[in-house]
């Protein structure tokens, strides 16, 4: 799959931002979003849910990975699991609705229902 151009990547980090403000205001302490080849991955720390207790180093959990499909309403989605080995990994899944694919909204919402 091809590289998502910064300008997509910029308007994925601002939806989501303004995505987690509306919606997730109360419990997401705070986020980042960081492209790397075909992939955006999101971070998040959620408040009072540390996933691991002893990391008391200021960074971010793994939340999800989005691969651009080739628009900015369509990506894939990969769930961040912490019980696949010593660092964890991600595993493509199935948002609500069923598909493998969505909005970066409808992706962050899948993947922090857990925190809900």
């Not at 601002?14 to 790397?36: L, P």
């Not at 409808?106 to 857990?114: K, S």
Request: glycine share 6%; charged share 30%.
């Amino acid at each position: 799959m091809a590289k998502p151009p910064e300008s997509v990547v910029s308007r994925v980090e601002k939806r989501i931002k303004e995505h987690v403000q509306k919606h997730w205001s109360k419990k997401v302490e705070s986020f980042t979003v960081r492209a790397r080849g075909s992939f955006v991955y999101i971070d998040a720390r959620f408040v009072g849910f540390p996933i691991f207790e002893e990391d008391d180093d200021g960074e971010l959990e793994p939340l999800c990975r989005l691969r651009y499909l080739g628009r900015e309403d369509e990506w894939e989605f990969a769930f961040f699991s912490c019980s696949r080995g010593n660092r964890g990994a991600y595993e493509l899944s199935y948002l609500n609705n069923g598909q493998p694919f969505g909005t970066p909204e409808e992706c962050f919402d899948c993947a922090a229902f857990v925190w809900r």
